[in-house]
């Protein structure tokens, strides 16, 4: 059975990476879910994509030169799917408290050694407090951010996020003990799956929004799908 992940929420549904997003989730019936992560100034987890502010609220500077209490008083609406109210940006401790998913990707955007490393202690005591050890799998793209969990957090399940091919996604994701390997659907071939299954890897497919790709990744035999439109993925495989 192929399993859905809402994509930062259901981020073709409301404003991504916000606590409307992940209800709209919740509210679809996908109880997965994948996020990204940034160090705030004081070193608090936030739900933010980009390193920079620009994209979704307007603000200038970096998620990194404000506070967690300065940046959940941010409203993240802008350049997304419309919303009638404000939509704070929200802390992972924030989520952790409010929405019941029962896993979630944790995509962490730190690149910086050091701040990689802070990155993964935050998650291994914010984890530890909600129990969530079991629900959560680090993910990134970045070798820096899967070495600092080897070493930081064993005990947590890591995922490398490939974009590109260039370099063998399978033995990159094997060298740092992952479990997981989140592909870009462009890289998704049936051939690739199984060999990255058979290597031991659960594989995840991002981003997925068309029914007949769903559709075809289903038969490829993905693990499960990253969608921005949670309804649409459970109404097209439903019906499979």
Not at 12 to 38: I, K, M, W, Y
Not at 182 to 191: G, M, P, R, S
Not at 223 to 235: R, V
Request: charged share 20%; net charge positive.
């Amino acid at each position: 059975m192929t399993l859905i992940y809402g994509h930062r929420g259901a981020r073709g549904e409301a404003p991504e990476n916000t606590l409307v997003s992940f209800q709209a989730c919740l509210a679809a019936g996908v109880t997965r879910c994948e996020l990204d992560l940034h160090l705030s100034k004081d070193l608090q987890l936030i739900v933010i994509h980009d390193a920079s502010l620009k994209r979704t609220t307007g603000r200038r500077g970096k998620v990194s030169q404000y506070t967690a209490e300065q940046l959940l008083q941010m409203d993240a609406r802008h350049n997304t799917a419309p919303w009638p109210s404000p939509c704070p940006i929200p802390s992972l401790e924030h989520l952790f408290s409010h929405c019941a998913f029962v896993h979630w990707q944790l995509e962490v955007k730190e690149s910086s050694k050091k701040r990689a490393a802070q990155a993964i202690q935050a998650i291994v005591e914010l984890s530890a407090r909600f129990a969530m050890q079991d629900k959560i799998i680090i993910t990134s793209s970045s070798r820096t951010v899967l070495r600092a969990a080897q070493a930081g957090a064993p005990h947590l399940a890591r995922g490398l996020v490939a974009e590109y091919a260039w370099l063998n996604p399978i033995k990159i994701a094997l060298r740092y003990q992952c479990q997981m390997l989140v592909l870009n659907w462009e890289l998704a071939t049936k051939q690739r799956i199984k060999q990255a299954q058979k290597a031991g890897l659960n594989v995840s497919v991002w981003t997925v929004n068309e029914p007949a790709l769903m559709r075809r990744l289903v038969t490829y035999g993905a693990d499960s799908l990253i969608t921005d439109f949670p309804g649409l993925a459970t109404a097209t495989l439903g019906s499979l």
